[in-house]
């Protein structure tokens, strides 16, 4: 598996997590690094996205402000740190890479991860 994803659990409204996604095979590319979600029935939703080579980093409207995107290069880690979580944020949650920089769509990112849940309780 290339990119693995980590750090989902059960949370209360309020809370914060932080997702972890490792890249086992391109840890130092300069490709892009993002984050999806997705809830049953519905598109997969972009979150967030950085470029490790200066941290350049782009954010979904809903998420700005409380979702924080990071890369620590040497650990070859993307974090997706997520703040005052709320019931709405569930979802399983997907790490990314791609070649576009700028790009929220699905379709701008050509390796997947497997997903990891994100559970907000009210």
């Known amino acids: 598996v290339q990119l693995q994803a980590s750090g989902g659990g059960l949370v209360q409204a309020g809370d914060s997590l932080r997702l972890s996604c490792t890249d086992s095979?391109?840890?130092?590319?300069?490709?892009?690094m993002g984050w999806f979600r997705q809830v049953p029935g519905k598109e997969r939703e972009f979150v967030a996205a950085?470029?490790?080579?200066?941290?350049?980093?782009w954010y979904g409207d809903s998420m700005k402000g409380r979702f924080t995107i990071s890369s620590e290069n040497a650990k070859q880690v993307v974090y997706l740190q997520m703040n005052s979580l709320k019931p709405e944020d569930t979802a399983v949650y997907y790490c990314?890479?791609?070649?576009?920089?700028?790009?929220?769509?699905?379709?701008?990112?050509?390796?997947w991860g497997q997903g990891t849940l994100v559970t907000v309780s009210s």
């Open positions: 990314a890479s791609g070649s576009r920089y700028g790009g929220r769509a699905a379709s701008d990112f050509d390796t």
């Open positions: 095979v391109r840890p130092f590319s300069s490709r892009a």
């Open positions: 950085i470029r490790r080579t200066d941290m350049f980093a």
